[in-house]
C-alpha cells in the first residue's frame, strides 16, 4: 500500500468510525481466502473430438481441453476479483506421473499447475497450452491403467496442508465423464478412495464434482462418487442446488455448460455473519446466515515499489500525527476522540462511546408484516443481505425458516424488522424480501437458491426533500401508444437483466492491459464493451416505430407551444381591457396565419367560442372567417357555425 493510499484510508477510518460500525467490515469478509485445485481426467472419452455442430462459432475441441481452457478462464478471473487465492490444476489419468511429493511413479497422476497465487508465468504456460497446444500430445496423454483415485486425494491432501494450511476455503473441483472410476478392480479396505475422502473433510476441506455426459448416456454417481463426495443434508432439502451432468454437444455448448457451472461453485459461500438469532416473536428463535452476495468489484490498489536493492520490495507507509502549532509528534495513547457542539468540542473515553453506542446484542427482530406493494423502490439505503438457516444455533430452524418463506411468498407479504449486525453496533430498520430459486436459462444450474433478503430502509433522518419539479407536462396517449410498440420490440432476453452477460468494460480493459504487459503480449487496441448497443439491430427491429414516436412527438409539441401561445395573447387582452376601455382602430392592420379575412383572430374566435356567441355572427362574417382558415363555407348558417365550432375546438 502507497503511503498517501494507508494516509487517506488511515483518515477514513477516524472520520467515518460509525459507518464501519454499523456493519461487518468488507476487507475482514474478503479476507478469507481460497484454494482451488482442479482434478481433470484424461481418458480416450475425456479426448474424443466433439461432434460437428451446423453452429459457426461451435469448436471440436475434447472434453479435457475445454475443462483445462474453463480453468483458464477460473484463472484469470481470480486474478482480478481475489488475487490473493490460491489455484492448482492436476491431470489424472495420464501416461506420465508428475507427481514428487507422494513419492509414487505410477500413480498416473500428472501436476500441471502447483498450488500457488497464478504468476504470469504460470498463466502463460496455461495459455500456450489451451491456445495453441503447445505440449498437448505429450501432457494430455491417457494411461492404459485406471487413475488411481486414493494416491490423486492423497496428493490434493499433501497440496493443501503444506501450500494452503490456514486459508479457510480449501475445495476441489473434479471434472470427469467416468462415474465409475474404480471399476473392476478389487476392494481393499486398506486401499479405499473413502477413506482418502474423508481425511480430505476431516482436514476442513471440500470436494465438488463437475460431471460430464456424452451422447444419450447418464452419470450414475451412485456407483463411487456418492461415497466420496459428502452434501448437506440441509442445504439439499430446500436448495439442493446440485450439479446437472454439463452435456457433450459441440465444443462451444460444453464449454458455456462447463463454465457456468464452475461459475455457480467457484466462489465459495462465505458468512457474512454466522447464527444471528432470528426472533420471529416471543420466544420463538431461530438462528441465520448472512451472505454478502453482490459487492461493486474495483480494481486493486496501486502501490510505491522500491527498485535499489538486489530485488524490488513494496514500499510501506507510515503515518505520524502532529500537534497544531508545534508540530510536535503525538502518540496515540496522548490523543482522545472528540466531536464537536457548536463550538465546543466535547471528549469520550473509549468505555464512554462504547456505552452509548448499546443497543443490545447482534440480532433479527420481526416488529411486523406488510403488504409487498407498499414497499418503494427507492427505500433501500444499502445493498442487501441474503439469508439462509443454520441448525448450528437452533435446531429446527430449517423447517420454521421454510414455514415463514412461503408464507411471505404466498400472501405477497414483507416483514419489517430491527437487526444490528454485530456487538456495539448502530441499529438498522429491514424489510424482509422472500425470493425464488434463480437457475441459468442454458445449463439449468442454480446459481441462487431460494431465501429471504434483508432489504435496509430508511429512517426518517434518512429521508431528503426532493427537488421541486414544476408544472410536469404529461404525455398523450397516441405517444404511450407508439412507446409502448418500442419498448416491446427492445425486451432485455427472457425480459430481465442478468449480471453474468454484462463484464464491467472499465475493470476487464484494467486486467487485460496488465495481463498483456505481465506476459509480454500485444495491447488490445480497444476494450471488449457488451454494453454498448447493438444500434443495427435496434434499427432492424423498431427503428420505423422511433420515427413515428417522434413525428408523432414534433405534433404534441407544435400543439402545446400553439396553446402557450394562444394562452399568452387571451392574457394580453385581458391586461389590456382592465387597463383602459377597448377602442376599435379605424386604422388597418397586417394579417396573420391567426387572423380570418374579415379580422377575426384565433383569441377572439375562442371568446366568442367560450362565450357561446358563434352563432351570433353574420353568414358574410361567418364565411369571411371560415375561407380565410381553408374551411368549407357551403352550407346553412347553422351547418357554418358547427363547422367553426368544430375548427375551434380542435385547433385553437
Given at each position: 500500500?502507497?503511503?498517501?493510499?494507508?494516509?487517506?484510508?488511515?483518515?477514513?477510518?477516524?472520520?467515518?468510525?460509525?459507518?464501519?460500525?454499523?456493519?461487518?467490515?468488507?476487507?475482514?469478509?474478503?479476507?478469507?481466502?481460497?484454494?482451488?485445485?482442479?482434478?481433470?481426467?484424461?481418458?480416450?472419452?475425456?479426448?474424443?473430438?466433439?461432434?460437428?455442430?451446423?453452429?459457426?462459432?461451435?469448436?471440436?475441441?475434447?472434453?479435457?481441453?475445454?475443462?483445462?481452457?474453463?480453468?483458464?478462464?477460473?484463472?484469470?478471473?481470480?486474478?482480478?476479483?481475489?488475487?490473493?487465492?490460491?489455484?492448482?490444476?492436476?491431470?489424472?489419468?495420464?501416461?506420465?506421473?508428475?507427481?514428487?511429493?507422494?513419492?509414487?511413479?505410477?500413480?498416473?497422476?500428472?501436476?500441471?499447475?502447483?498450488?500457488?497465487?497464478?504468476a504470469a508465468d504460470d498463466v502463460k504456460a496455461l495459455r500456450d497450452l489451451v491456445e495453441e497446444d503447445e505440449d498437448v500430445d505429450e501432457v494430455l496423454a491417457p494411461s492404459d491403467q485406471p487413475a488411481d483415485m486414493?494416491?490423486?486425494?492423497?496428493?490434493?491432501?499433501?497440496?493443501?496442508?503444506?501450500?494452503?494450511?490456514?486459508?479457510?476455503?480449501?475445495?476441489?473441483?473434479?471434472?470427469?465423464?467416468?462415474?465409475?472410476?474404480?471399476?473392476?478392480?478389487?476392494?481393499?479396505?486398506?486401499?479405499?478412495?473413502?477413506?482418502?475422502?474423508?481425511?480430505?473433510?476431516?482436514?476442513?476441506?471440500?470436494?465438488?464434482?463437475?460431471?460430464?455426459?456424452?451422447?444419450?448416456?447418464?452419470?450414475?454417481?451412485?456407483?463411487?462418487?456418492?461415497?466420496?463426495?459428502?452434501?448437506?443434508?440441509?442445504?439439499?432439502?430446500?436448495?439442493?442446488?446440485?450439479?446437472?451432468?454439463?452435456?457433450?454437444?459441440?465444443?462451444?455448448?460444453?464449454?458455456?455448460?462447463?463454465?457456468?457451472?464452475?461459475?455457480?461453485?467457484?466462489?465459495?459461500?462465505?458468512?457474512?455473519?454466522?447464527?444471528?438469532?432470528?426472533?420471529?416473536?416471543?420466544?420463538?428463535?431461530?438462528?441465520?446466515?448472512?451472505?454478502?452476495?453482490?459487492?461493486?468489484?474495483?480494481?486493486?490498489?496501486?502501490?510505491?515499489?522500491?527498485?535499489?536493492?538486489?530485488?524490488?520490495?513494496?514500499?510501506?507507509?507510515?503515518?505520524?500525527?502532529?500537534?497544531?502549532?508545534?508540530?510536535?509528534?503525538?502518540?496515540?495513547?496522548?490523543?482522545?476522540?472528540?466531536?464537536?457542539?457548536?463550538?465546543?468540542?466535547?471528549?469520550?473515553?473509549?468505555?464512554?462511546?462504547?456505552?452509548?453506542?448499546?443497543?443490545?446484542?447482534?440480532?433479527?427482530?420481526?416488529?411486523?408484516?406488510?403488504?409487498?406493494?407498499?414497499?418503494?423502490?427507492?427505500?433501500?439505503?444499502?445493498?442487501?443481505?441474503?439469508?439462509?438457516?443454520?441448525?448450528?444455533?437452533?435446531?429446527?430452524?430449517?423447517?420454521?425458516?421454510?414455514?415463514?418463506?412461503?408464507?411471505?411468498?404466498?400472501?405477497?407479504?414483507?416483514?419489517?424488522?430491527?437487526?444490528?449486525?454485530?456487538?456495539?453496533?448502530?441499529?438498522?430498520?429491514?424489510?424482509?424480501?422472500?425470493?425464488?430459486?434463480?437457475?441459468?436459462?442454458?445449463?439449468?444450474?442454480?446459481?441462487?437458491?431460494?431465501?429471504?433478503?434483508?432489504?435496509?430502509?430508511?429512517?426518517?433522518?434518512?429521508?431528503?426533500?426532493?427537488?421541486?419539479?414544476?408544472?410536469?407536462?404529461?404525455?398523450?396517449?397516441?405517444?404511450?401508444?407508439?412507446?409502448?410498440?418500442?419498448?416491446?420490440?427492445?425486451?432485455?432476453?427472457?425480459?430481465?437483466?442478468?449480471?453474468?452477460?454484462?463484464?464491467?468494460?472499465?475493470?476487464?480493459?484494467?486486467y487485460k492491459i496488465l495481463q498483456a504487459l505481465a506476459l509480454e503480449d500485444v495491447v488490445p487496441d480497444q476494450p471488449v464493451d457488451t454494453t454498448v448497443p447493438k444500434y443495427r439491430a435496434i434499427h432492424k427491429r423498431?427503428?420505423?416505430?422511433?420515427?413515428?414516436?417522434?413525428?408523432?412527438?414534433?405534433?404534441?409539441?407544435?400543439?402545446?407551444?400553439?396553446?402557450?401561445?394562444?394562452?399568452?395573447?387571451?392574457?394580453?387582452?385581458?391586461?389590456?381591457?382592465?387597463?383602459?376601455?377597448?377602442?376599435?382602430?379605424?386604422?388597418?392592420?397586417?394579417?396573420?396565419?391567426?387572423?380570418?379575412?374579415?379580422?377575426?383572430?384565433?383569441?377572439?374566435?375562442?371568446?366568442?367560442?367560450?362565450?357561446?356567441?358563434?352563432?351570433?355572427?353574420?353568414?358574410?362574417?361567418?364565411?369571411?372567417?371560415?375561407?380565410?382558415?381553408?374551411?368549407?363555407?357551403?352550407?346553412?348558417?347553422?351547418?357554418?357555425?358547427?363547422?367553426?365550432?368544430?375548427?375551434?375546438?380542435?385547433?385553437?
Amino acid at each position: 500500500m502507497s503511503m498517501a493510499d494507508r494516509w487517506n484510508s488511515d483518515k477514513r477510518d477516524e472520520d467515518s468510525e460509525d459507518e464501519s460500525e454499523e456493519e461487518l467490515s468488507e476487507g475482514y469478509y474478503k479476507a478469507q481466502k481460497d484454494a482451488l485445485i482442479f482434478a481433470i481426467q484424461v481418458s480416450e472419452s475425456m479426448l474424443a473430438p466433439s461432434p460437428k455442430s451446423d453452429d459457426k462459432k461451435a469448436t471440436d475441441d475434447s472434453a479435457a481441453l475445454i475443462a483445462l481452457k474453463c480453468a483458464y478462464q477460473v484463472m484469470q478471473q481470480r486474478i482480478i476479483s481475489n488475487p490473493k487465492d490460491m489455484i492448482g490444476i492436476i491431470l489424472f489419468g495420464t501416461k506420465k506421473t508428475q507427481a514428487p511429493d507422494i513419492g509414487r511413479q505410477d500413480s498416473h497422476c500428472y501436476l500441471l499447475t502447483d498450488l500457488d497465487v497464478p504468476a504470469a508465468d504460470d498463466v502463460k504456460a496455461l495459455r500456450d497450452l489451451v491456445e495453441e497446444d503447445e505440449d498437448v500430445d505429450e501432457v494430455l496423454a491417457p494411461s492404459d491403467q485406471p487413475a488411481d483415485m486414493v494416491m490423486l486425494l492423497r496428493l490434493v491432501l499433501h497440496l493443501f496442508q503444506t501450500r494452503a494450511p490456514n486459508f479457510g476455503s480449501r475445495r476441489l473441483f473434479i471434472i470427469t465423464d467416468n462415474d465409475d472410476p474404480c471399476a473392476g478392480m478389487k476392494k481393499n479396505p486398506a486401499w479405499d478412495p473413502a477413506v482418502g475422502a474423508k481425511d480430505i473433510y476431516d482436514h476442513g476441506c471440500s470436494i465438488e464434482l463437475f460431471p460430464i455426459t456424452h451422447g444419450r448416456s447418464e452419470f450414475d454417481t451412485s456407483k463411487f462418487y456418492d461415497d466420496i463426495i459428502y452434501h448437506d443434508p440441509i442445504l439439499d432439502e430446500e436448495t439442493p442446488g446440485k450439479i446437472a451432468p454439463a452435456k457433450s454437444g459441440d465444443g462451444l455448448g460444453l464449454l458455456h455448460s462447463l463454465v457456468s457451472n464452475i461459475n455457480s461453485r467457484q466462489t465459495p459461500k462465505r458468512a457474512y455473519f454466522s447464527d444471528m438469532p432470528f426472533e420471529l416473536g416471543p420466544g420463538l428463535t431461530i438462528s441465520v446466515k448472512g451472505y454478502n452476495i453482490i459487492q461493486k468489484q474495483a480494481p486493486a490498489r496501486s502501490c510505491y515499489v522500491w527498485v535499489g536493492g538486489e530485488k524490488p520490495q513494496v514500499a510501506i507507509g507510515e503515518t505520524a500525527r502532529l500537534a497544531e502549532g508545534s508540530s510536535r509528534t503525538v502518540e496515540s495513547s496522548e490523543v482522545k476522540k472528540a466531536y464537536k457542539f457548536g463550538n465546543e468540542y466535547v471528549y469520550f473515553t473509549e468505555e464512554e462511546q462504547k456505552s452509548i453506542k448499546q443497543f443490545g446484542d447482534p440480532c433479527i427482530r420481526i416488529i411486523g408484516f406488510k403488504d409487498r406493494k407498499l414497499l418503494k423502490f427507492w427505500a433501500s439505503v444499502k445493498k442487501s443481505i441474503y439469508i439462509f438457516p443454520s441448525e448450528q444455533g437452533y435446531v429446527g430452524s430449517t423447517r420454521v425458516f421454510t414455514a415463514l418463506w412461503q408464507k411471505l411468498l404466498k400472501s405477497k407479504k414483507v416483514g419489517v424488522a430491527w437487526h444490528i449486525a454485530r456487538k456495539n453496533g448502530n441499529p438498522q430498520l429491514v424489510a424482509i424480501i422472500p425470493s425464488r430459486a434463480a437457475s441459468d436459462e442454458k445449463s439449468g444450474t442454480q446459481y441462487l437458491p431460494a431465501g429471504l433478503w434483508l432489504y435496509p430502509i430508511p429512517f426518517v433522518d434518512d429521508v431528503r426533500d426532493g427537488p421541486e419539479t414544476g408544472k410536469v407536462i404529461r404525455t398523450t396517449d397516441a405517444l404511450t401508444d407508439r412507446m409502448n410498440k418500442v419498448v416491446q420490440q427492445l425486451q432485455l432476453p427472457g425480459g430481465a437483466y442478468t449480471p453474468s452477460k454484462y463484464p464491467n468494460p472499465a475493470l476487464q480493459w484494467h486486467y487485460k492491459i496488465l495481463q498483456a504487459l505481465a506476459l509480454e503480449d500485444v495491447v488490445p487496441d480497444q476494450p471488449v464493451d457488451t454494453t454498448v448497443p447493438k444500434y443495427r439491430a435496434i434499427h432492424k427491429r423498431c427503428g420505423g416505430y422511433i420515427q413515428e414516436w417522434s413525428r408523432v412527438a414534433d405534433d404534441a409539441l407544435e400543439q402545446i407551444q400553439e396553446g402557450k401561445k394562444l394562452k399568452r395573447e387571451m392574457e394580453a387582452d385581458e391586461d389590456e381591457e382592465e387597463v383602459r376601455p377597448a377602442k376599435k382602430s379605424r386604422s388597418t392592420t397586417t394579417k396573420d396565419k391567426n387572423t380570418g379575412e374579415d379580422g377575426l383572430s384565433n383569441v377572439e374566435l375562442r371568446k366568442r367560442y367560450n362565450a357561446g356567441t358563434l352563432a351570433k355572427l353574420t353568414v358574410a362574417e361567418l364565411r369571411s372567417s371560415m375561407g380565410g382558415r381553408g374551411i368549407d363555407t357551403k352550407g346553412l348558417k347553422k351547418d357554418l357555425v358547427e363547422r367553426l365550432e368544430q375548427w375551434v375546438e380542435e385547433n385553437v
